[in-house]
């Protein structure tokens, strides 16, 4: 039996994240951090255990928002090779990013930076959601620079972080409130042949077939022509699914 991905924040987990906080930050009190977690936080169940991470995190480092993230900056480590790892190599990012999606709604530019270096490492898409919510026209436009930037990491949270349905978040509606915008980012990245981005653009879609079926049609009748590479086929059949279920069942 596997192990859950709850436990992989431990106790002893905690202790080896404040021996690298206290690398860079040698004023930071690892004992309060440890003592605010203990002994709660393994009877925890996974979102809990980040929220008090993250917690743990700020009665911790007696420092401003900007002044904290620059030591999260520190830490981060070097930049994943390839599309995988997110998960197994980069886990350990987890309350960072929960830190950010807690306290960090207020300033965009600090957060937004922040998140794009996130990414290279681990993923971004929660963090990003409260900024997107308090600064939807801006973040929109910062979305569509990410959905052509050159690292494919940074491709994928354009996509990524606009899911409406995305998984263990809250449902967030900027994609039809923006639709231009979102249509347009959606059509930048259609054709890009890393497979982890066809995956969120086609999970993108399939989300807005759910809430909106007309601006579903609306972008993929776009799509199909006869220059339609393979790539956006594929997408077009995985965003498809949910409603091939669908036209099943009224059949």
Request: hydrophobic share 40%; aromatic share 12%; glycine share 4%.
């Amino acid at each position: 039996m596997g192990i859950k991905v709850k436990d992989y924040y431990t106790c002893e987990y905690a202790n080896d994240l404040a021996q690298k906080i206290a690398q860079v930050y040698p004023a930071f009190d690892s004992e309060l951090f440890l003592s605010l977690l203990s002994p709660t936080l393994e009877q925890l169940e996974f979102n809990d255990r980040q929220v008090l991470l993250a917690q743990a995190l700020k009665e911790s480092i007696p420092l401003d928002y900007q002044a904290t993230i620059q030591i999260f900056q520190q830490i981060l480590g070097p930049e994943l090779e390839g599309s995988l790892g997110m998960f197994t190599e980069g886990y350990w990012l987890w309350p960072l990013g929960k830190y950010v999606e807690l306290y960090g709604e207020t300033d965009f530019e600090t957060s937004t930076s922040f998140s794009k270096e996130l990414t290279k490492r681990f993923t971004g898409e929660f963090c990003m959601r409260p900024i997107i919510a308090a600064f939807p026209e801006k973040s929109m436009a910062l979305l569509l620079e990410w959905s052509v930037d050159e690292n494919k990491r940074v491709r994928r949270l354009a996509s990524e972080c606009l899911r409406i349905r995305l998984p263990w978040a809250k449902k967030m509606f900027v994609a039809l409130e923006h639709f231009d915008a979102y249509s347009e980012l959606l059509t930048n990245l259609k054709d890009d042949p890393d497979k982890t981005i066809q995956k969120s653009v086609a999970n993108n879609l399939n989300d807005l077939y759910k809430e909106d079926t007309e601006k579903f049609d609306l972008i993929l009748s776009s799509w199909k022509t006869p220059e339609m590479t393979k790539e956006c086929a594929w997408v077009i059949n995985h965003a498809s699914r949910t409603k091939r279920k669908q036209e099943m069942v009224q059949d």
